[in-house]
C-alpha cells in the first residue's frame, strides 16, 4: 500500500498522507455501511475493517471501542480507472477540471489532487 490514501464517498474525495491518519478520520458507521471505497495512489483497492479496541474509562472500566483498519492492497493495480474515474469526477464537480486530465496518467491525478486540495486532516 502506497500513501497517499485516497477515500471516495458518494463523490467526495478525501486524500490522506497516510493509512494512519485515515484509520482516524474514518467513521466506523459509515464503513459498515459501505459509504466508502478507498484506494492507494496506485489505484490497489484497499480493505476498510472495524476493529474493536478495548480502553480504559477514567473509571477504571474496559470499553470497546469501534475503529477503521485499513488493510489488504490488492497484489495488482485493478482498479486505476475507477480511480481515476473517481477523481476527474471530483475534479469536474469542484470546478478544478481542466480537458487535459482526461490524458493524465493517475500519478499525476493524485499529485493534482494533493496539490488542489491538500490532505484531510
Same mark, same amino acid.
Given at each position: 500500500?502506497?500513501?497517499?490514501?485516497?477515500?471516495?464517498?458518494?463523490?467526495?474525495?478525501?486524500?490522506?498522507?497516510?493509512? /494512519?491518519? /485515515?484509520?482516524?478520520?474514518?467513521?466506523?458507521?459509515?464503513?459498515?455501511?459501505?459509504?466508502?471505497?478507498?484506494?492507494?495512489?496506485?489505484?490497489?483497492?484497499?480493505?476498510?475493517?472495524?476493529?474493536?479496541?478495548?480502553?480504559?474509562?477514567?473509571?477504571?472500566?474496559?470499553?470497546?471501542?469501534?475503529?477503521?483498519?485499513?488493510?489488504?492492497?490488492?497484489?495488482?493495480?485493478?482498479?486505476?480507472?475507477?480511480?481515476?474515474?473517481?477523481?476527474? &469526477?471530483?475534479?469536474?464537480?469542484?470546478?478544478?477540471? &481542466?480537458? &487535459?486530465?482526461?490524458?493524465?496518467?493517475?500519478?499525476?491525478?493524485? &499529485?493534482? /489532487?494533493?496539490?488542489?486540495?491538500?490532505?484531510?486532516?
Amino acid at each position: 500500500m502506497r500513501a497517499p490514501i485516497i477515500v471516495v464517498e458518494h463523490g467526495d474525495v478525501a486524500i490522506f498522507n497516510s493509512a /494512519a491518519n /485515515a484509520e482516524i478520520w474514518l467513521e466506523p458507521i459509515d464503513v459498515k455501511n459501505g459509504e466508502y471505497v478507498a484506494y492507494d495512489r496506485d489505484g490497489r483497492l484497499l480493505q476498510l475493517v472495524i476493529k474493536l479496541i478495548e480502553k480504559p474509562s477514567f473509571i477504571g472500566e474496559v470499553k470497546s471501542i469501534e475503529s477503521v483498519k485499513i488493510s489488504g492492497a490488492e497484489e495488482g493495480v485493478n482498479h486505476v480507472i475507477a480511480l481515476r474515474k473517481a477523481l476527474i &469526477n471530483f475534479f469536474k464537480k469542484t470546478e478544478a477540471y &481542466n480537458q &487535459n486530465d482526461e490524458s493524465l496518467p493517475l500519478n499525476e491525478l493524485v &499529485n493534482k /489532487a494533493v496539490n488542489q486540495y491538500g490532505y484531510a486532516k
